[in-house]
Nanobody, 125 residues
Framework: QVQLAESGGGSVQAGGSLSLSCAAS????????MAWFRQAPGKEREGIAA???????RYADSVKGRFTISKDNAKNTLYLQMNGLKPEDTAVYYC???????????????????WGQGTQVTVSS
């Protein structure tokens, strides 16, 4: 059973930075894609950044240029570096993964099978 565990959330003022980590318990499952999603209160969960196994990335327009997704295969860990944070970035952030060989880098919930428990990010103005 694959388990994903996020860490690194917290509170920060607008303009600040945070780095999230997602540790996978069983990296031998060879994920084809991994991604970060977020869900603000009363809103749908949205995909914001994804990475294919070959290193290609895709970002939602809302975070492009501010957030960076990366991974360390040796540590079985996915990262999300968040700079220039805004109050509207406040949400619970989730890590997700899949072994499905999609023909594209997806940012939709149904592109991903495995999910972490989430970590809270709060940005104050």
């Amino acid at each position: 059973q694959v388990q994903l565990a996020e860490s690194g959330g917290g509170s920060v003022q607008a303009g600040g930075s945070l780095s999230l980590s997602c540790a996978a318990s069983l990296y031998t499952y060879n994920p084809t894609y991994m991604a970060w999603f977020r869900q603000a209160p009363g809103k749908e969960r949205e995909g914001i950044a994804a990475m294919a196994s070959n290193g290609l990335t895709r970002y939602a327009d809302s975070v492009k240029g501010r957030f960076t997704i990366s991974k360390d295969n040796a540590k079985n860990t996915l990262y999300l570096q968040m700079n220039g944070l805004k109050p509207e970035d406040t949400a619970v952030y989730y890590c997700a993964a899949t072994t499905t060989r999609w023909a594209y880098i997806g940012l939709a919930r149904n592109n991903y099978k495995y999910w972490g428990q989430g970590t809270q990010v709060t940005v104050s103005s």
